[in-house]
Nanobody, 123 residues
Framework: QVQLVESGGGLVQAGGSLRLSCAAS????????MGWFRQAPGKGREFVAR????????DYTDSVKGRFIIFRDNANNTVYLQMNSLKPEDTAVYYC????????????????WGQGTQVTVSS
């Protein structure tokens, strides 16, 4: 069992930056692929970024490529999402996810989820 707690959300102007953190419980953090998803009002949950267990492989949805960076600190059981050049369309609740065997882009396939953190980008 893994418990995930996100933090770092808030209100920022367009063009600004935020860094989201996701702290995981347990001693097996390094055996889980990690992902970030988001859900805007009235929309479904969408994939944002993912990172392999070792951190060697990462992937992003096209709309955030070149602006967002996902990275992890296995020693401190934390995964991060550095968000730069934020746009109003990035406004959403951001969720952290973990899975021991899956690291695809289908949200329903990820096993563990955090409670989410709100990111609001003003124009």
């Amino acid at each position: 069992q893994v418990q995930l707690v996100e933090s770092g959300g808030g209100l920022v102007q367009a063009g600004g930056s935020l860094r989201l953190s996701c702290a995981a419980s347990g001693r097996t953090f390094g055996t889980y692929a990690m992902g970030w998803f988001r859900q805007a009002p009235g929309k479904g949950r969408e994939f944002v970024a993912r990172i392999m267990r070792s951190g060697a492989g990462t992937d992003y949805t096209d709309s955030v490529k070149g602006r967002f960076i996902i990275f992890r600190d296995n020693a401190n059981n934390t995964v991060y999402l550095q968000m730069n050049s934020l746009k109003p369309e990035d406004t959403a609740v951001y969720y952290c996810a973990a899975d021991p065997t899956y690291w695809g882009t289908r949200g329903l396939s990820w096993t563990y989820w955090g409670q989410g953190t709100q990111v609001t980008v003003s124009s």
